[in-house]
């Protein structure tokens, strides 16, 4: 006796010729588009919204570039504490190698630091040093991290960005992060990705930890 069910074999057999169909159809619609993608130049990245994770995110893209060899740089605008995870896990490479720089440039959250004055300054340090890397040919990847609060607190101008990033070196990649993101960055982006939040366990009661929030 056999326990095979022709009907059964010929309904698998069937369902594979239609994924098989359906599969070489989208395959065909994928290679048009990747057909058409014929530019090669750096891009403007914008990581925006209310949930957990974007300057995350920009970090394992740097990961990426790191591991192809590139030249990286990150410019911290807001979090002025050395002791973050990312920081700790990449000062080895920033201090003792040229293939990554690192400046942590605020003071820390405004309601923390309390003195606007000391924040626009330090806005316009952080700035001061991250043109320099947006004429710099041999820097391959840029993180402004959470610059884009410098424009909703008006402690910089947005328009001379948006004019330097426009004229960075042509295959020069530039991740912004941030909750808000300015209209004028937004008109010149070439990818925005919205971090949404649903639900965040410090509304829970629970504390900020080493590893999660820092």
Known sequence: MTDQNPNKEQDLELEQQKHKAKMKARKTVMDKKIAASTQERGVLILMKGNGKGKSSSAFGTMVRSLGHGQKCAVIQFIK???ETGEFKFFKD???NSEQLNWHV???GFTWETQNKQQDITAAQEAWAVAQKYLQDESYDFLIFDEMSYMFKYEYLDV??????LKN???NQNVIITGRTMSHDLQEIADTISVIQDERHA???GVKAQKGIEY
Do not use: C, I, N, T
């Not at 328009?159 to 330097?164: G, I, Q």
């Open 80 to 82: 002025g504490r050395l």
């Open 93 to 95: 490479m920033a201090q």
């Open 105 to 107: 440039m605020g003071h």
């Open 159 to 164: 328009k001379p960005v948006v004019e330097a």
């Open 168 to 170: 960075r070196p042509k």
């Open 202 to 204: 410090f509304r829970l």
